[in-house]
């Protein structure tokens, strides 16, 4: 009876350590060497497994090309943050759309969508935008609920749009293509930078004293500077977006070659604008391994974690469990997508990722919908549905990981109640995109058919 429960208690004492706030990765391969002292008593698994796990560690994870892309995609993010671009581009569309309902958080919202295409750290983005945006929208008499809430969603765009770092963890977990990946994650991260433009500008048009805004026309200076602020800021961050999806697109490159391509070009255009210096790349290195080595240590306690959950019987028991459920393959999916969002509440997006995938994806791969996905696209469509659904994990409390940069970054000017209020409409638009996803997977799956197909 104690060796069919193995897999059950495995999974409850690693969420009762994960609360008790030792790193996750130190949890993840203690609850596994516990686990695994308790399997080898039992007699559930032999000594002669476990040098396995040692082997599937190096296969899986430090000799994985694919993963290659990681600490690539890391590094460039880190170099656009060095370089300033972003300074340039708040500047040139503030001025541009300052006649629009909520111009500024507008501005805020696009340049975080540009952001996104082209660094993809989350802490990075809602620093930068907190720095540059924040006290500029509350000296212009924005509402600090708006103004912070557009901060903070617009930052996580990142983990969504391509090229996003938890595509990659993705699609190495589910053992599928990630170029396919990056293309079906495109259009719903378009889609949902579009649902937080409808729902500021509204708002701003239906309650002018959330968002302040002027009549006065540019004047011919400003145009002139205009013209040349946008430059500045839009076309460096379109040539790297343009190197790095596009090499993908055109079938020139691999995303872990793409990846490199993005980290030179980053590189370059830091050179080339004269904000790096030693010091300055010595300050990118170092915070690039910091991250790196924090994802790679998670990665190996949760290779460790889901290797023994496996040969304990736990994907067989969780099978069974959905199987005796009776609930249908809609009830399943609408039970997983909103176990992790609960627990998006609780856990960041590569703790739930890297436990949660690897033990229910299969579940979903046996699920039949019809004809309302085709069998070949279910893993996608499913991984795209958890990308949407993490991003409510960066803006939900208590331990929303957006809400604490943007707070530590922002210090007295807000406190964490107006944070707090304006994240709530942006997680209800992401629940939205996730709906329409669920509904129409052809919004995820139209470009990757057309472009892979």
Same mark, same amino acid.
Not at 49 to 57: A, D, K, T
Not at 339 to 365: K, Q
Not at 369 to 395: E, K, M, P, R
């Given at each position: 009876?104690?060796?069919?429960?193995?897999?059950?208690?495995?999974?409850?004492?690693?969420?009762?350590?994960?609360? =008790?706030?030792?790193?996750?990765?130190?949890?993840?391969?203690? %609850?596994?060497?516990?686990?695994?002292?308790?399997?080898? /008593?039992?007699?559930?698994?032999?000594?002669?497994?476990?040098?396995?796990? %040692?082997?599937?560690?190096?296969?899986?994870?430090?000799?994985?090309?694919?993963?290659?892309?990681? #600490?690539?995609?890391?590094?460039?993010?880190?170099?656009?943050?060095?370089?300033?671009?972003?300074?340039?581009?708040?500047?040139?569309?503030?001025?541009?759309?300052?006649?629009?309902?909520?111009?500024? @958080?507008?501005?805020?919202?696009?340049?975080?969508?540009?952001?996104?295409? &082209?660094?993809?750290?989350?802490? !990075?983005?809602?620093?930068?935008?907190?720095?540059? !945006?924040? #006290?500029?929208?509350?000296?212009?008499?924005?509402?600090?609920?708006?103004?912070?809430?557009?901060?903070?969603?617009?930052?996580?765009?990142?983990?969504?749009?391509? #090229?996003?770092?938890?595509?990659?963890?993705?699609?190495?977990?589910?053992?599928?293509?990630?170029?396919?990946?990056?293309? !079906?994650?495109?259009? #719903?991260?378009?889609?949902?930078?579009?649902?937080?433009?409808?729902?500021?500008?509204? /708002?701003?048009?239906?309650?002018?004293?959330?968002?302040?805004?002027?009549?006065?026309?540019?004047?011919?200076? $400003?145009?002139?500077?205009?013209?040349?602020? *946008? /430059?500045?800021?839009?076309?460096?961050?379109?040539?790297?977006?343009?190197?790095?999806?596009?090499?993908?697109?055109?079938?020139?490159?691999?995303?872990? $070659?793409?990846?490199?391509?993005?980290?030179?070009?980053?590189?370059?255009?830091?050179?080339?604008?004269?904000?790096?210096?030693?010091?300055?790349?010595?300050?990118?290195?170092?915070?690039?391994?910091?991250?790196?080595?924090?994802?790679?240590?998670?990665?190996?306690?949760?290779?460790?974690? &889901?290797?023994?959950?496996?040969?304990?019987?736990?994907?067989?028991?969780?099978? =069974?469990?959905?199987? @005796?459920?009776?609930?249908?393959? +809609?009830?399943?999916?609408?039970?997983?997508?909103?176990?992790?969002?609960?627990?998006?509440?609780?856990?960041?997006?590569? $703790?739930?990722?890297?436990?949660?995938?690897?033990?229910?994806?299969?579940?979903?791969?046996?699920?039949?919908?019809?004809?309302?996905?085709?069998?070949?696209? @279910?893993?996608? +469509?499913?991984?795209?549905?958890?990308?949407?659904?993490?991003?409510?994990?960066?803006?939900?409390?208590?331990?929303?990981?957006?809400?604490?940069?943007?707070?530590?970054?922002?210090?007295?000017?807000?406190? *964490?109640?107006?944070?707090?209020?304006?994240?709530?409409?942006? %997680?209800?638009?992401?629940?939205?995109?996730?709906?329409?996803? %669920?509904? +129409?997977?052809?919004?995820?799956? +139209?470009?990757?058919?057309?472009?892979?197909?």
């Amino acid at each position: 009876m104690l060796a069919e429960m193995l897999p059950v208690l495995m999974f409850v004492c690693l969420v009762l350590f994960i609360f =008790s706030g030792l790193p996750v990765a130190a949890v993840l391969g203690g %609850v596994s060497l516990v686990f695994a002292g308790i399997g080898l /008593a039992l007699g559930e698994i032999r000594f002669a497994h476990l040098p396995l796990l %040692v082997n599937r560690i190096f296969s899986g994870i430090i000799s994985n090309s694919v993963m290659v892309a990681v #600490p690539m995609f890391v590094v460039m993010g880190t170099l656009m943050e060095k370089s300033g671009i972003a300074e340039d581009l708040l500047d040139g569309l503030q001025t541009l759309l300052r006649r629009v309902p909520g111009g500024l @958080a507008v501005a805020v919202t696009m340049m975080g969508t540009i952001l996104a295409a &082209s660094t993809g750290i989350i802490g !990075a983005s809602v620093a930068m935008l907190t720095l540059l !945006a924040l #006290p500029m929208m509350l000296r212009s008499g924005y509402a600090p609920s708006l103004a912070t809430g557009t901060i903070a969603a617009s930052g996580t765009l990142g983990i969504l749009i391509p #090229p996003s770092i938890m595509l990659v963890i993705m699609g190495d977990l589910l053992t599928v293509s990630v170029g396919k990946l990056f293309m !079906a994650a495109l259009f #719903p991260g378009l889609m949902l930078s579009a649902f937080y433009l409808i729902y500021i500008i509204s /708002a701003s048009a239906l309650r002018p004293n959330l968002a302040p805004r002027t009549n006065e026309p540019l004047t011919r200076e $400003e145009r002139r500077e205009l013209i040349g602020k *946008l /430059a500045a800021g839009l076309v460096p961050p379109a040539l790297l977006i343009g190197l790095v999806l596009g090499s993908i697109l055109g079938g020139f490159a691999t995303p872990t $070659e793409a990846s490199g391509v993005g980290a030179l070009g980053a590189l370059a255009l830091a050179l080339f604008r004269r904000r790096l210096n030693l010091s300055g790349l010595h300050d990118v290195l170092s915070r690039s391994l910091n991250t790196v080595a924090m994802i790679f240590f998670i990665f190996v306690g949760a290779t460790a974690f &889901s290797y023994l959950f496996r040969r304990f019987g736990g994907e067989h028991l969780v099978l =069974s469990l959905a199987d @005796a459920s009776s609930m249908g393959p +809609w009830g399943v999916l609408a039970a997983l997508l909103l176990l992790i969002f609960v627990l998006g509440f609780f856990f960041d997006w590569i $703790e739930i990722t890297l436990i949660i995938l690897p033990i229910f994806a299969p579940i979903v791969s046996h699920l039949d919908f019809g004809g309302h996905v085709g069998q070949g696209d @279910a893993v996608y +469509w499913f991984a795209i549905l958890v990308a949407i659904n993490l991003q409510t994990s960066f803006l939900t409390p208590p331990f929303g990981f957006a809400l604490f940069y943007l707070k530590g970054t922002a210090r007295s000017l807000v406190s *964490l109640q107006q944070i707090y209020r304006g994240i709530i409409p942006f %997680v209800l638009l992401q629940l939205l995109a996730l709906a329409v996803v %669920v509904m +129409w997977p052809d919004v995820a799956m +139209w470009l990757p058919n057309q472009m892979f197909d």
